[in-house]
T-cell receptor, first 113, second 114 residues
Framework: NAGVMQNPRHLVRRRGQEARLRCSPMKGHSHVYWYRQLPEEGLKFMVYLQKENIIDESGMPKERFSAEFPKEGPSILRIQQVVRGDSAAYFC???????????FGQGTRLTVV | AQSVTQLDSQVPVFEEAPVELRCNYSSSVSVYLFWYVQYPNQGLQLLLKYLSGSTLVKGINGFEAEFNKSQTSFHLRKPSVHISDTAEYFCAVTSMDSSYKLIFGSGTRLLVRP
């Protein structure tokens, strides 16, 4: 059973471009979290998704950021018109259901130049 | 609102010495607690979890933690650390109060010296 797969592992974007980060959950998992981690800091919650549904997006910036978890395919975190402050590691985790263990991917390190 | 506090940003310790990493949480309802470890440029790996039952929880790599409801704490311990335990450790909490989103503390860097 493959683990949580995130791609790409590293992503470089120029200011103003769009960044698309993908997260393929573990087989059978229907819940996904997205987190952002700045250097030397902890993980900041962004969004909690269930297939075709957003459960909690209280940590998402109001503009430029969106997330989806369609019925088929990976979860996508989309950042439009990136700025230097968006540079960070973005981690996703998948779960079988609420209150179960969250399995983390290796992260996508976004660098905005 | 739910929150997690890890007061120690860094804990230096000599190899084979015992260690305790502190974690305190705040929540108005029953919680589920976790400790994760992160090695450089890696994702997070679960060390142990408390969902219910015995308040002393044993995890991987010789780590254990004790849930103390009266002190709202979930401290992580290991009786004898190795160089390979050098990493960042995160405490996390989830509950019905937060729609089950997993909230992390700011992390504690464990630095094991020879």
């Amino acid at each position: 059973n493959a683990g949580v797969m995130q791609n790409p592992r590293h992503l470089v974007r120029r200011r103003g471009q769009e960044a698309r980060l993908r997260c393929s959950p573990m087989k059978g998992h229907s819940h996904v979290y997205w987190y952002r981690q700045l250097p030397e800091e902890g993980l900041k919650f962004m969004v909690y998704l269930q297939k075709e549904n957003i459960i909690d997006e209280s940590g998402m910036p109001k503009e430029r950021f969106s997330a989806e978890f369609p019925k088929e395919g990976p979860s996508i975190l989309r950042i439009q018109q990136v700025v230097r402050g968006d540079s960070a590691a973005y981690f996703c985790a998948s779960l079988l259901g609420q209150n179960t263990e969250a399995f983390f991917g290796q992260g996508t390190r976004l660098t905005v130049v | 609102a739910q929150s997690v506090t890890q007061l120690d940003s860094q804990v230096p310790v000599f190899e084979e010495a015992p260690v305790e990493l502190r974690c305190n949480y705040s929540s108005s309802v029953s919680v589920y607690l976790f400790w994760y470890v992160q090695y450089p440029n890696q994702g997070l790996q679960l060390l142990l979890k408390y969902l219910s039952g015995s308040t002393l929880v044993k995890g991987i790599n010789g780590f254990e933690a004790e849930f103390n409801k009266s002190q709202t704490s979930f401290h992580l311990r290991k009786p004898s650390v190795h160089i390979s335990d050098t990493a960042e450790y995160f405490c996390a909490v989830t509950s019905m109060d937060s729609s089950y989103k997993l909230i992390f503390g700011s992390g504690t860097r464990l630095l094991v010296r020879p």
